[in-house]
């Protein structure tokens, strides 16, 4: 399949839509490793079906990367896009830090002060120290990872918008590679540090981020090949069966992140086509939305739950284990919701930079004006208005 080049302004409402898709697969995998479900027979089909559902932040790495190049407005100064992403992120980590310091405070939990402050400022994933990359909000780890893709990405970017297409497609094919290259090379680093360079250190992650920059630019210039979002999301599919029961783990992480990239540069390209996806519609939309707040509080909200109802660690038999994994993915879904509409958009408007007026003419266009009667009769040329950027689905933001 040939791509649609992006010559109007183009929303993705499906992209948002998928955020969902990603935010689930982390939800279960965190289900299936905080053992909430007891019953044998249950537990096995849960860790077999989501055994791979921490790949949900590979696919947001890559999602991330796609989507702020396709709505990265040209000529727009480095510091309006950070203040931009500021405002997106920081206030609800900032909530949510709160939150965890006094979960952390009421059960006495001890925390190093530097721990605290690494992650206070988002620069937790740089340490490779127990009890800091993972403190506080345990799963803010990956918000220290999207600030540094952010830092780069205005000074990277002027260089790929003039790249040639083979330079993005090497782009595309090397970072597979390269994830399953960090396995022979997590070997020069101490044994202690191996998890920590293969799944957190910033730099090996924005691989998957910088594949998507590379896949988005070139559906940007109609230049994308690839898989429809049929064949996309069924070889999707075969690779997650395929990898869950057959594939050695050093293989998962460069596997799936072929599989990720396929689903969303097809659900891209079929909103530029105008085409109907099942991921755009409004409640999947609004989950998208909900998403990230949904994803900062879920680790945080099960574990504070299951610590107060002595639960924790034993497990919940019967019936009551699936009905507890529903009831908290209704309560977290409760929980970012509001935190979506009380802290995320009222910030997002407070701390971003100001929304650029339309011109006039695009915002109300002038009626025609009528020939002179000496004129001879021919169509009337209405007046050209300015293109709009190219914007992303979210409503206020396409983070």
């Known amino acids: ?19 969902w898709i990603a935010a689930l697969l982390v939800f279960a995998f965190h289900v299936g490793t905080m053992r909430i479900v007891a019953e044998p027979d249950v537990k096995a089909v849960l860790d077999k079906a989501f055994a791979l559902g921490l790949s949900g932040v590979e696919f947001f790495f890559i999602l991330s990367g796609f989507v702020l190049v396709w709505s990265y407005r040209d000529g727009e100064p480095g510091h309006t896009f950070l203040r931009r992403r500021f405002a997106k992120i920081y206030p609800n980590h900032l909530v949510t830090f709160v939150v965890a310091l006094a979960v952390a405070f009421w059960f006495a939990d001890p925390l190093a002060p530097w721990a605290a402050i690494g ?11 127990d009890g800091y990359f993972y403190s506080v909000n345990t799963v803010s ?3 220290s990872c999207e600030l540094a893709f952010y830092l780069c990405l205005p000074l990277v970017l002027p260089w790929l918008r003039r790249a040639r297409a083979g330079v993005l497609w090497a782009l595309v094919v090397a970072v597979p590679l390269l994830i399953l290259a960090l396995w022979p090379a997590q070997l020069l680093v101490p044994e202690e540090s191996r998890w920590w360079f293969t799944q957190v250190f910033p730099v090996t992650r924005s691989f998957e981020f910088w594949m998507g920059v590379a896949a988005a630019e070139l559906l940007r210039r109609g230049r994308w090949r690839g898989p429809n979002l049929t064949a996309a999301s069924l070889l999707f599919l075969a690779t997650w069966v395929v990898v869950a029961q057959w594939i050695r783990a050093e293989f998962w ?3 799936l992140a072929v599989a990720y990239l396929l689903v969303i540069t097809a659900a891209a390209d079929a909103d530029v086509r105008g085409r109907r996806t099942p991921w755009r519609s409004r409640p999947m939309v ?31 038999r019967g019936w009551r284990g699936p009905l507890v994994v529903l009831g908290f993915l209704l309560l977290n879904l409760l929980l970012a919701a509001a935190l979506h509409r009380w802290v995320e958009m009222p910030m997002m408007r407070r701390l971003g930079p100001p929304r650029r007026a339309r011109p006039a003419a695009a915002a109300a266009p002038a009626p025609p004006v009528p020939a002179p009667r000496s004129a001879p009769a021919g169509p009337i040329e209405a007046p050209a208005t300015p293109a709009r950027s190219i914007e992303y689905a979210g409503r206020r933001d396409p983070g």
């Open 141 to 143: 780890w990956s918000l």
């Open 286 to 316: 609004w989950l998208g939305e909900v998403s990230f707040a949904f994803y900062l509080v879920h680790v945080l909200v099960m574990t504070t739950v299951l610590r107060l109802t002595g639960d924790w660690g034993t497990g919940l």
């Open 253 to 255: 992480a460069a596997l």
């Open 1 to 19: 399949m040939t791509s649609a080049p992006a010559t109007r302004a183009t929303r993705l409402p499906s992209l948002t839509g998928l955020r």
């Open 119 to 129: 992650n206070l400022f988002l620069v937790q994933a740089w340490i490779p120290v």
